[in-house]
């Protein structure tokens, strides 16, 4: 249910602000976690590369520095993972995968709670070097 490296693309994405640098750190994450799976090379790097880029685009514009802010954009960007993930599983692929609204933003709000511990840790642990 938890993803971490969807949560860890989203930090590095943001706190970077660097399109090009959250693109690379989301296919990177991404094709790391698909060589670990038994699932098809790429459908998680894709994803990913797209909500990397998303999330540092909007961490130019934005400052999510605060929990209330780091909730909605993690619960966003996971909502949007989960869709195009979908997306490229079943269309490109063929995967028979069942979508359900409910499972989906259950686990996108649990998430999101588990994304805002991560990240205040991830600051504190950053702030210190």
Do not use: C
């Amino acid at each position: 249910m938890f993803d971490l490296p969807l949560l860890v693309t989203i930090f590095f994405s943001i706190s970077r602000r660097n399109p090009i640098s959250g693109l690379l750190t989301g296919a990177a994450i991404g094709l790391f976690q698909d060589a670990l799976t038994g699932l098809p090379i790429g459908v998680n790097g894709v994803a990913k590369t797209f909500v990397g880029y998303l999330a540092s685009s909007l961490g130019v514009r934005l400052d999510v520095e605060n929990a209330g802010a780091r909730l909605l954009v993690t619960l966003v960007f996971y909502v949007i993972h989960e869709i195009v993930y979908f997306m490229v599983a079943r269309g490109m692929i063929a995967l028979n995968l069942q979508w359900s609204w409910p499972h989906e933003l259950g686990a996108a709000l649990a998430n999101a709670l588990v994304g805002v511990l991560i990240f205040f840790a991830l600051d504190r642990f950053k702030q210190r070097t």
